[in-house]
């Protein structure tokens, strides 16, 4: 029996977790110990509707779970709540944003390695059919030269839990799993509720169109034979997402590299900084 506890679980992740493992008994080989969330309040609900224990501190678990869940609303919460489970070397999900903060995702990744942690997480925007049809036409030049896309995705600009960084790693996610991880700068035009971001890579641009209160997603590849477009949604997509994290706890190879996972973090920070500064801005290495 597998044991682990989820942190943050004022998140809706935390609540199709937990109906995977107690009610729809997908995961019969995985108990959930506990549960912590700064909201005591959400924590207290999954108790009463899950039955399982509400932890008073996000450490409780240390030494008494076999894999961890992290799943806060507030990405600045992810590295704080993973920091004293990393010493074990048990395996994470860690959910988006990975954090907020482009010093605190380089010492992730540190303790990560040094630890030999296995860890998954970030966006589901990774997940659907489409996404990864998309990155195979790119990879495989399929249409032949590849001379760029657009991608949108729902924005939120206000909110408590990081402003744009609370839900931008959708869009930033599904744009590294089908163009790459490691583009060279950004330039982001805002007008309205919408955003339009220019990503810059060594042979072609991409355009990202976050709006605001519009939870639509597409994705288009231009190629010189072809456009490809496809509308895509993340609700069927949860299960991958949890069963790579079961598949780690299982002992299975850590799907992305350490770079690959953090470096939504580096692309996200260059695109706000572009927001408010009106500028292009170069996306920083690790």
Sequence with gaps: MYKIAILGCENSHANTFLNFIIKDKIYTDIEVVGVYSDDMEAANKLNEDYGVYAAKSYDEFVGKV?????????????????????????????DKPI?????????????LIKSGT????????????????????????????????????????????????????????????IFGY??????????GKVINCIVRYDDYDVNLVFVEGKYTYYATINCAENVITSKYIVDDCFGQEFETFYKLLKGEDQPE????????????NAIDRSIKSGNEEKVLKQ
């Design 118 to 177: 296995k860890v998954c997480g970030g966006s589901v925007c990774r997940y659907p059919k489409a996404i990864q049809e998309l990155k195979k036409n790119v990879q495989e030049k399929t249409y032949g030269e590849v001379y760029g896309g657009s991608l949108r995705a729902p924005v939120d600009m206000n909110n408590d839990y990081g402003n744009f960084f609370f839900y931008a790693q959708h869009l930033a996610q599904a744009m590294c799993e």
């Design 66 to 94: 076999d894999g961890i869940v992290i799943t806060a609303r507030h990405g600045d919460n992810h590295y704080k709540y993973a920091k004293p489970y990393i010493e074990s070397g048990i395996p994470m999900f860690i």
């Design 99 to 111: 954090t907020i903060s482009e010093a605190e995702a380089l010492e992730l990744k540190e303790e």
């Design 257 to 268: 590299s350490y770079e690959d996972f953090i470096a939504p973090v580096f692309i996200l």
């Design 182 to 191: 490691y583009p060279n700068s950004v330039k982001a035009f805002v007008n």
